[in-house]
Structure formats: structure tokens, C-alpha cells
Nanobody
């Protein structure tokens, strides 16, 4: 099993920045990729960004391209999401997720492709 714990959420004004972290523990050797998803009130959970652990290949939702950057610290099993130029529509609970499949060139973007999930951290962007 893999355990994931997010941190770094909070309240920020529009145009500001936040950095989310996700610490993985347990069978971390089985992780081949990780991703960030978010869920706003009354909306479906959606893919935000993902990264393959070994080669660092990344993928982003169109709504965050150019503003968000996903990265990882392999040695310490930490996933990051740097969020800049935040907008009120970025307000949501952000979840990190881990994928144990050895996909080398594809960054999964569907929820069912991730086996492990964190509890989420709230991000609120005020206008």
C-alpha cells in the first residue's frame, strides 16, 4: 500500500501563488507516476497535472498550462504543484494520486488510472 498526504493549501488572493506538496510513504518503490486532481463544489473531480516518476514526463490540463508546474523529489518521495497566477476558478480541494503501472511515455489523466489517493487539501482563491 501507498499512503499519500497533501499539504500547502490555504487562502490566497487572485494573482497569488501557492505550492502544494504530497508526501508518499509505504510501498513507494511501486510508484511509477503521480498526479494532481481537483474538485470544486458541485463539480466533477478533474485532472490538473501529472508526472512520470522516472523520466519526469509531465502533462497538464489546458486550464492550468503556463501557470502550474508539477515536479517531484524522487529521493524523498514528494510530489509538488507550484501554482502561480491563481484565479478564483482554481478554488477546489486538491488531491494527489499515485499510479503503480510502468507506463513510460503516457501520463494518465483519468481517475480510475490511479490506485492511491490522498485526503485532499483546500485551496481558496479570493477575487
Amino acid at each position: 500500500q501507498v499512503q499519500l498526504v497533501e499539504s500547502g493549501g490555504g487562502l490566497v488572493q487572485a494573482g497569488g501563488s501557492l505550492r502544494l506538496s504530497c508526501a508518499a510513504s509505504g510501498r513507494t518503490f511501486s510508484i511509477h507516476g503521480m498526479g494532481w486532481f481537483r474538485q470544486a463544489p458541485g463539480k466533477e473531480r478533474e485532472f490538473v497535472a501529472g508526472i512520470r516518476w522516472s523520466i519526469g514526463r509531465t502533462s497538464y490540463a489546458d486550464s492550468v498550462k503556463g501557470r502550474f508546474t508539477v515536479s517531484r523529489d524522487n529521493a524523498n518521495n514528494i510530489l509538488y504543484l507550484q501554482m502561480n497566477i491563481l484565479k478564483p476558478e482554481d478554488t477546489a480541494v486538491y488531491y494527489c494520486a499515485a499510479d503503480s503501472r510502468p507506463l513510460w511515455t503516457v501520463v494518465p489523466s483519468e481517475q480510475f488510472e490511479y490506485a492511491y489517493w490522498g485526503q485532499g487539501t483546500q485551496v481558496t482563491v479570493s477575487s
